[in-house]
């Protein structure tokens, strides 16, 4: 599909949706991209004059349009396309939409029914509204990055899928599909202060409400999910490789022992801490005599919650994820996992383009929104925006 107008896939959950997303670096474009995979009709928003290259690698299924928001012609152009749509994604800090004139009492006076997400680190007020951040200051801030890291190593920032993706990207788009639920039925739109802080304090609600429950209260790295756990661990193969053990029931946690090859009736209480740390050297020196191949051959098929840790080829190339179809080629043979969750009868159907060039559908976006070929004409000659064909047909 060379792009998602309404029309184009009448069959998927959202299309008929128009989303404006303004680019930003990783959090803003993962909503966008969910939406887009399950039909919406996307524009992100890039900025003109363009940098050569586009930072966003989760462009799929969105077209592009180059603005110069700084120009007061650009942001009137955005004012106009917002006039038009139902949902608007802004990944600034905040005070940057209000500088530029585009705050949500102007944009929403314009569009009451207007969707306006703002998904930013520390949200729209508090002391730290307005400063920089990334990711691991998101976690650190939520009060989980405390939680995460082995025993007696400094905490640990699992890449940026915690603030960026689960409590930035993913919660952003729920928080807009409550939302356009909700207008179905008041007709009005509304503004979502999406913090990556509060998305990622909000998903470890687990973390916090299981506190008096014995889970956490020993320190980092010493407790049951979080690497103290002799069988919630991994464990080296005689390859280089790794075996996930998740065998937390005491029923699965029995056949783990029994494939590993020992006796329970010799082995301390499962929940012992003390022995945790001696159990931990048992299972590593026996997982550490057989290969990965083989300890899947003893575990696959078995209820003991032992699994191979697979590295993005082998998960693409792993039976169980071939036969669900779990990952996708593009066109350009590039492999990714299919959009998820699955729904049974309008199921996303992601593009398998490239993603877009910055600028490459400023004058079609244009021309759908209602502007003329002279107001696009002008606001070009005027260097508000940019193609990214060198033979536009202007
Ligand atoms: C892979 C890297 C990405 C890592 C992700 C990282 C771990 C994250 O955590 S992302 C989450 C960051 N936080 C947020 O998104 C929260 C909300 N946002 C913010 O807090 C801020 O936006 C900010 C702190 C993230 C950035 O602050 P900044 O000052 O830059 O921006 P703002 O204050 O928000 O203001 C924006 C200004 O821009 C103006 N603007 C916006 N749109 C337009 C427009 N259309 N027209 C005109 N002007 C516009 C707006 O008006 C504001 O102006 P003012 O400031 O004057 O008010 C990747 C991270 C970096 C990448 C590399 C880099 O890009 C260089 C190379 C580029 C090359 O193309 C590819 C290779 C690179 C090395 C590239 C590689 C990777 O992609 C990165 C490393």
Redesign the pocket.
């Known amino acids: 599909m060379s792009r998602r107008s309404a029309a184009a896939i009448p069959a998927m959950a959202l299309s008929g949706l128009r989303v404006l997303e303004?680019?930003?670096?990783?959090?803003?474009p993962l909503c966008g991209m969910i939406l887009a995979d399950f039909g919406a009709c996307v524009v992100r928003?890039?900025?003109?004059p363009r940098?050569?290259?586009?930072?966003d690698v989760q462009g799929r299924g969105k077209r592009s349009l180059a603005?110069?928001?700084?120009r007061p012609p650009?942001a009137a152009a955005l004012r106009r396309l917002c006039g038009g749509a139902d949902v608007l994604i802004e990944?600034?800090?905040h005070g940057?939409m209000e500088?530029?004139g585009l705050g949500p009492e102007v944009l929403m006076h314009e569009n009451p029914r207007l969707i306006y997400a703002r998904?930013?680190?520390f949200g729209q007020t508090g002391k730290y509204a307005k400063s920089?951040?990334?990711?691991i200051n998101y976690v650190a801030l939520s009060g989980v990055l405390s939680k995460l890291g082995r025993k007696s190593e400094n905490p640990y920032a699992p890449v940026?899928l915690l603030?960026?993706f689960a409590g930035?990207g993913v919660l952003c788009a729920m928080g807009i599909l409550i939302a356009l639920y909700e207008r179905t039925k008041s007709g009005k739109g509304q503004i979502i202060d999406a913090s990556?802080v509060e998305g990622i304090a909000y998903i470890s609600s687990f973390l916090w409400k299981s506190q008096n429950l014995g889970f956490w209260n020993r320190p980092r790295g010493e407790n049951l999910l979080d690497s103290g756990a002799p069988f919630y661990e991994t464990y080296r193969t005689s390859d280089g490789k790794f075996m996930a053990v998740g065998a937390i029931e005491p029923q699965f946690y029995e056949q783990l022992i029994k494939g590993l090859g020992l006796d329970s009736d010799k082995l301390p209480d499962q929940l012992s801490f003390s022995d945790w740390p001696e159990m931990k050297k048992k299972f590593a020196s026996i997982f550490a005599e057989k290969t990965q191949t083989e300890w899947c051959s003893i575990f696959d098929g078995t209820d003991a919650c032992v699994t191979p840790v697979l590295s993005f080829d082998d998960a693409a190339a792993h039976q169980h994820n071939k036969q669900r179809s779990s990952f996708i080629k593009n066109d350009r043979e590039e492999i990714s996992p299919r959009p998820a969750p699955l729904l049974s009868r309008t199921p996303a159907v992601p593009s398998l383009k490239r993603d877009p060039f910055i600028g490459e559908h400023t004058e079609e976006i244009l021309l759908e929104y209602g502007f003329t070929k002279n107001e696009i004409a002008q606001l070009y000659s005027d260097k508000v925006i940019e193609f990214n064909k060198p033979k536009a047909n202007l």
């Open positions: 303004l680019a930003g670096l990783a959090p803003a928003v890039d900025r003109a940098s050569a290259v586009s930072v603005l110069d928001l700084k650009g990944p600034f800090r940057v500088k530029l998904l930013t680190g920089a951040g990334h990711d940026n603030a960026d930035g990556m």
